[in-house]
């Protein structure tokens, strides 16, 4: 079964501050990983996807993320945030099964507050 | 970018009774749909996987008696929460699986008094 983690559930930080969400997982085979946000009172929508490739994503507003296979981590960033970051932030995979379409397994957030 | 609508937005509905959640793909089909539930503070759980012209695909732990899942067009899936509990109030999420990714409805909240 596939499982995971993000390591904060919880940051702030100030406005132009950098920023790196963690996201481990658990799963031997191969995946295609997600990062999702959720601003408030807003759908879930996707920042950015791995699938194969280049292992260093951009995504929309600014993020990217790099999928390190040894570490089996697949981490957020940003250089510099913006007050408008403010929302939820969740990781996700799914295992690849070549062109089907599978389940989401969801960490469990992290909530980003961006102080002006 | 593409659509997916939820109906109703909040449900409160009284135990035993039961209550059925509409998922629309409104500019796009979707042979297949998912069922998610979120709950206070944590992540959400896939519960199910919902195809076109065929049965749902539970999740292990996840009562298909209790929730029923129909996929009846390329546009609509519902999900019916039978014999409704208050354990069962929760947050439930659609996602229609479009070329490349999910797109995610913007939730139904039940709550079961």
């Known amino acids: 079964a596939q499982s995971v983690s993000q390591h904060n559930h919880h940051v702030i930080l100030s406005e132009a501050a950098s920023l790196e969400l963690g996201c481990n997982y658990s799963y031997g085979g191969t995946v295609n990983l997600f990062w999702y946000v959720q601003y408030p009172g807003q759908h879930l929508q996707l920042l950015l996807k791995y699938f194969s490739g280049d292992p260093l994503v951009k995504g929309i507003k600014g993020f990217e993320a790099e999928f390190i296979k040894s570490k089996f981590s697949f981490n957020l960033r940003k250089p510099s945030v913006q007050w408008s970051d403010t929302a939820e932030y969740f990781c996700?995979?799914?295992?690849?099964?070549?062109?089907?379409?599978?389940?989401?397994?969801f960490g469990k957030g992290t909530h980003l507050i961006i102080q002006p | 970018g593409a659509v997916v609508s939820q109906h109703p937005s909040r449900v409160i509905c009284k135990s035993g009774t039961s209550v059925k959640i509409e998922c629309r793909s409104l500019d796009f089909q979707a042979t297949t749909m998912f069922w998610y539930r979120q709950f206070p503070k944590k992540s959400l759980m896939l519960m199910a996987t919902s195809n076109e012209g065929s049965k749902a695909t539970y999740e292990q732990g996840v009562e298909k008696d209790k929730f029923l899942i129909n996929h009846a067009s390329l546009t609509l899936s519902t999900l019916t929460v039978t014999s409704a509990h208050p354990e069962d109030s929760s947050f439930y999420i659609c996602?229609?699986?479009?070329?490349?990714?999910?797109?995610f409805g913007p939730g139904t909240r039940l709550t079961v008094t």
């Open positions: 996602s229609a699986m479009g070329r490349y990714e999910q797109y």
């Open positions: 996700a995979v799914t295992s690849y099964s070549g062109g089907g379409a599978d389940g989401l397994t």
